[in-house]
Structure formats: structure tokens, C-alpha cells
């Protein structure tokens, strides 16, 4: 759209000035921290932002034009079978629920690795400064750094924690240290290797690649280095979700208008778009626990079951929506804005 939106918004520039912010005014990282912060205006952004991009994926899965016959066992099947599933594990909560739990929470960082890996290759197709599949494996292990960092904290039963006894990783031991060490060995991989993609693109295609790219890598990377273990859940989601609906929305747009017959501006597409993903959100989070508490289910496990079935579901919906092959939408999409000016 504009390079000032790009950055700011999609590469995660807005998420870094925050975060500065934080750090530079005295008191404000306490007042704003994920326990004095999450009981008031948190669920506010979060319902606005995180929220409203899981129900976005879901949105651009049955608008997005051929997707109902490309994909009919996600379009179809899935919602159906996550019901079933859901169902089950609530009625089963004391058995199953802690180990969905970590599942989801162990994975949504490497959510976030895979989305800020696929801006950055995106982003090179838009530049017109097309990558090796070479320079895409130095990115893609360069994204994933941060996803390995978080596996091997291992915070609140989640990454390596699931499958050690509790008092392995205790403070002071052994295994602990080791951890420790091979986590920063992880940031200072992550560092290297956006550095080595950076020389090689240049050296290989005689120009830099654009510094959207690395940006959206090491803005990943810095929302679960820099800031405490909650407060980097609480806020990567944010951004997170502001970074998706932003990039979920110019794709839905440039579908919209160019299919024959459409009379609406790009304006209208935006604000439908969101608008309905919002709605979706609302049901999804709010209305849908509240159904399984007036069928009987408990209140706790109707809340946890319900967002980790959510994020579950997006994860997998996203792995196929966001796909580039030859023939996808998307492809033609990046492919078409290849000539526009770039910083």
C-alpha cells in the first residue's frame, strides 16, 4: 500500500516503537504489564486485534475465490470434525485438556515464525527481487530461531517442560544451564543468519533484498526475547493480529475488485471484511463458551477448549490459505504488485 504502512504495520515497526516506549519513560512497562494490564482494556485490543485475525483466516478461507472447490475437505470437513473434537475434549477436560493446552501454546510461536518467514518471501516477490530457494532456507531457519528460543524456556508447562519432570528444570541444574546456553546460541543464530541472507541475496542478485524482510524476522524475534515471558504472549498477539489483518485484508481486496461484476470500492471491501471477522470473533470467543456453559459444561474448561480449538483450527487453516504455488491466487497477487516502489 505505502511504504510507511508496510513498515510500520506489516513489517512490525509500530510493535518495536511500542516496545521502546516501555523501555524509555519511567513506570510505564509496570502500568502497562500483562498483570496490571489484562483485567481492563487488554481484552479490549485483543478482541479488536488477536481475535478478529483468527476468525480473518476463516473469513479469507470461504472468500477467497476457488477455495470451496480447491479445498473441500477445509471448507467442509474441518469445521465439522473441530465441533466433534471440541465436544469431546471438553467433556474429557481433566484428561486431555492440559495436553491440548500446551499443544497450542507450544505452537503459536512457530505460528508467528511461519507468518513473519512468509511476509519476508512475500515481500521479496513484491520488490521484484526473487530469492533462491538457498536464500529461503537461510530465512526460514533465521525465522525459526525464535520459535526454539521459546521451546526450550519451556514457561508454564509448554516446549521442552512438557515432556521433562518439573525439578529437571529447576534453577541451578545442570540440564538448566544447558538450556540456558542454547537458548542464546538460538538469538545469536537468528542474527547470524539474517545477516548471512542479507549478504547473499546481495552478493547473488546484485542488489539488497527489501528491508521489509529481515525487519519482519527480528520484530518476531524480539516481541519473545525482550519481554517477559506473559507480557510477550499478551502483546506478540496483538501485534501479531494487527500484522495479519493487515496484510489478510490487501490480499481479500485485490481478489474482491478484480472479480467480474464487482460494483463496490475498495473502501466497502475493507470495511466488510473486518466488520464481518469481527462478528466472527465475537461468536467464536464469546457466544461459543457460553454455549457449552448453558448445555452444562463447566465455565473453565468451555473458555480454555474453545481458544485452544481456535488456534488450532487457524493454524491449520492458514497452512493452506497462504500457500503460493504457480497456480494460487496469491502467487498472481504478489506477482502483480512486483513493479511497485518499494523502500
Not at 521459546?150 to 529447576?170: C, D, K, Q, R, Y
Request: net charge positive; with cysteine.
Amino acid at each position: 500500500m505505502h511504504p510507511l504502512f508496510d513498515y510500520l504495520l506489516i513489517g512490525g515497526g509500530l510493535s518495536l516503537a511500542f516496545m521502546a516506549l516501555l523501555f524509555a519513560v519511567p513506570g510505564l512497562k509496570q502500568t502497562l504489564s500483562a498483570e496490571a494490564f489484562m483485567a481492563s482494556t487488554v481484552p479490549f485490543f485483543i478482541l479488536l486485534s488477536n481475535n478478529t485475525h483468527f476468525a480473518a483466516s476463516t473469513v479469507r478461507l470461504y472468500t477467497k475465490p476457488g477455495s470451496s472447490k480447491a479445498l473441500p475437505f477445509l471448507t467442509l470437513l474441518l469445521p465439522l470434525i473441530m465441533v466433534v473434537l471440541l465436544t469431546a475434549s471438553i467433556s474429557q477436560a481433566d484428561r486431555v485438556g492440559p495436553f491440548i493446552q500446551a499443544v497450542y501454546l507450544s505452537w503459536s510461536p512457530f505460528h508467528y515464525a511461519a507468518q513473519a518467514y512468509g511476509l519476508g518471501v512475500l515481500y521479496c516477490y513484491r520488490s521484484g527481487c526473487p530469492i533462491s530457494s538457498g536464500h529461503k532456507r537461510i530465512l526460514w531457519w533465521a525465522a525459526l530461531m525464535p520459535f526454539l528460543h521459546n521451546m526450550l524456556a519451556g514457561e508454564s508447562g509448554t516446549g521442552v517442560s512438557i515432556f521433562l519432570p518439573l525439578g529437571w528444570l529447576a534453577e541451578g541444574t545442570t540440564l538448566a544451564t544447558v538450556i540456558g546456553v542454547l537458548q542464546y546460541l538460538a538469538i545469536g543464530l537468528s542474527v547470524g543468519l539474517l545477516a548471512w541472507f542479507i549478504v547473499a541475496v546481495r552478493k547473488d542478485r546484485q542488489r539488497f533484498a527489501p528491508w521489509i524482510t529481515p525487519l519482519a524476522i527480528a520484530t518476531n524475534g524480539i516481541w519473545w526475547l525482550v519481554l517477559p515471558p506473559l507480557d510477550a504472549f499478551i502483546w506478540a498477539t496483538i501485534f501479531h493480529g494487527i500484522q495479519y489483518l493487515a496484510i489478510v485484508v490487501i490480499f481479500h481486496v485485490k481478489d474482491q475488485v478484480q472479480l467480474p461484476g464487482n460494483r463496490h470500492s475498495r473502501a466497502y471491501h475493507v470495511v466488510w471484511f473486518y466488520a464481518v471477522s469481527l462478528a466472527a470473533a465475537y461468536g467464536l470467543f464469546s457466544c461459543l463458551p457460553n454455549f457449552y456453559m448453558l448445555v452444562g459444561f463447566g465455565e473453565v474448561e468451555s473458555m480454555l477448549l474453545v481458544v485452544a480449538a481456535i488456534n488450532l483450527h487457524h493454524f491449520i487453516v492458514d497452512a493452506y490459505i497462504w500457500r503460493f504455488g504457480d497456480k494460487d491466487r496469491n502467487r498472481r497477487i504478489a506477482q502483480e504488485t512486483a513493479s511497485a516502489p518499494t523502500a
